[in-house]
């Protein structure tokens, strides 16, 4: 089943992508930047750290700090991975329909990658350092300042400006104290361990969204016919019994 889905959809979109259909082209530019700004949102930064590290690596905090490194590293590539699949899957639209060029393809991924990684990082700052009402407020504040700031820096690229390259760089620059921050930040294990254990449902979540369970068949505890029934046959003896069953079973279950 999935190997003939991915050549069908790798059809359509190779025919997108040569000839756009009309209805592409009713899709403004806003209406992606949108999409790509929840996308960047709801990314999130992982260190792979479970509740057992507790008992072992914790005792070692060289051992610790590696690999929380290793898997920060691995999240911020995966992240990369991850949006780049989303570009080059809006593709069709934005080379034939707004007539994008390599370069503006390449700042499109860069401002989105940068977005994400640096919106991980702040929103994980605001959650180990606020709670309750702040927290809201100060999210709130982050996602509509970002959305905005995102909004703009895609209408710049598409006119063809060095403002997004600017804001790429300075993303950039901006990541990097960030993660020095999170990395050097106390008390945060169990927090982590929550953060990946989260991740990890949702992961499991999606895998078994097709998984459905079957419902079980009502079955009688009494039967239909000769629910109250005495003998059938007169006398006793193995054979009387076992006609008298065989009756029985016969009406009962056809």
Not at 4 to 29: D, F, K, N, Q, R
Not at 129 to 158: E, H, S
Request: charged share 15%; net charge positive.
């Amino acid at each position: 089943f999935v190997i003939p889905l991915l050549i069908v959809a790798g059809y359509h979109y190779y025919a997108w992508y040569m000839t756009p259909p009309a209805w592409l082209s009713g899709i403004p530019m806003p209406l992606v930047a949108t999409l790509f700004y929840i996308f960047t949102w709801m990314g999130t930064l992982r260190y792979f750290v479970e509740e057992g590290d507790q008992l072992f690596l914790r005792q070692n905090e060289s051992w610790f700090r590696n690999m929380r490194h290793l898997g920060y590293r691995y999240s911020v590539v995966l992240q990369g991975i991850t949006t780049l699949l989303a570009t080059l899957l809006f593709l069709p639209l934005l080379v034939p329909v707004y007539s994008f060029s390599v370069a503006q393809v390449m700042c499109f991924w860069l401002l989105s990658y940068v977005m994400k990684l640096n919106m991980g990082l702040i929103r994980q700052l605001l959650a180990l350092r606020f709670q309750g009402f702040m927290l809201w407020t100060l999210r709130t504040v982050v996602f509509a300042g970002g959305f905005f700031l995102f909004k703009l820096l895609v209408t710049d690229i598409a006119e063809q400006s060095f403002i997004s390259w600017a804001a790429v760089a300075l993303g950039l620059l901006t990541f990097i104290p960030l993660t020095r921050t999170r990395l050097r930040e106390k008390g945060t294990f169990f927090a982590d361990v929550a953060r990946e254990r989260d991740a990890r449902m949702r992961i499991v979540s999606l895998m078994l969204i097709r998984v459905m369970e079957r419902k079980r068949k009502p079955t009688r505890r009494r039967p239909l016919l000769f629910s109250k029934s005495q003998k059938l046959l007169k006398g006793k003896g193995a054979g009387n019994g076992i006609a008298e069953l065989l009756v029985k079973s016969y009406f009962r279950n056809g």
